[in-house]
């Protein structure tokens, strides 16, 4: 996946964040006038269990233990606690990493089919980028069912990939697209009159269930002030953006735009034949789910995930600053 040009890899809040050019802090150590980080919305987001999550932690500990029962039987109960817990606090670069994979294969869910699915559909749409490769079996499964959701909508493509930021509340994100969609169906998806266009504000999911925290996402994708758009080097009044990545220096220029009024936000769900729980085929199938009635709500579910976020970088910092001065006596 290639990550967004003013993206940074480390926020300070558990994960990625933005270097929006123009936004910095003084130091309060050296006077100095540094870029400011925002956390992305996946990294504010990150602070929220994941449904689904505890679940599948209790069956595969229940695993452990059935295969483990000769074992647990012949010693202490207090050791065979011990033993099963293990699993579960190890450290993934340690022995036993692959449990932690397979979890958090669990958790992103085909994060990367998602990407190809997103550039697939947008050059469905434009048709002037170029198709990617579909990389696997379940891409192919995902191309056909947006094929046919596909026939039955009429879409411009606004925009796509880009950059928001809101600066009242501290973070940035990456949003899907930003769509006028027409229904050509009956019992339109966005309770739009018959022919009308609605300009909606799209992510796409590509994870087996859509959850709350999609909802989440999506109001702080539309909570936007302001809107980066890439210009060339000459551009007026271009903003320039540096930045580290790889030992490589990257620079670009940016200006801010004002974000559209969107009508509708909704998420595109989008997924590969699967199987049920007890084993049924769950066909393929893409469907757009409106989500505007809730976005009030979805707003406050993220400026709480928010909320955490701060005030865990804040602890962090603060047991820094007292590490350093115990350091000092
Ligand atoms: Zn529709």
Redesign the pocket.
Known sequence: MTHPKLAVVKSGFGGRGYGIPGRTRVSPATGKTLQRIYPSVTTVLKQINKPGLHQWIADQTAAKAVTSLSYLQGCEQEVGYRALRFTWSRNSNEAGGEVREYYERVVQDAAELGTNMHEWSEADIDGMSEYPEPMSVETDEMIEAWIEWHE??TIISHNQEFTIVNDTLGIAGTADADWS?R???E????GQEPGQFVRTLVDLKTARNTWNDHGYQLAALASAEVIMREVVETHPDAIKAEKTEAGKKVISFWVEDAPPVWERYALLHIRPDDYDTQGNLIPRFCV?KDRTDDMDLYRIGFEGALALCKMEAELKSRAKARTKETEKH
């Open positions: 039955h909508h969609i229904c050509d169906h019992g339109p998806c966005l757009l």
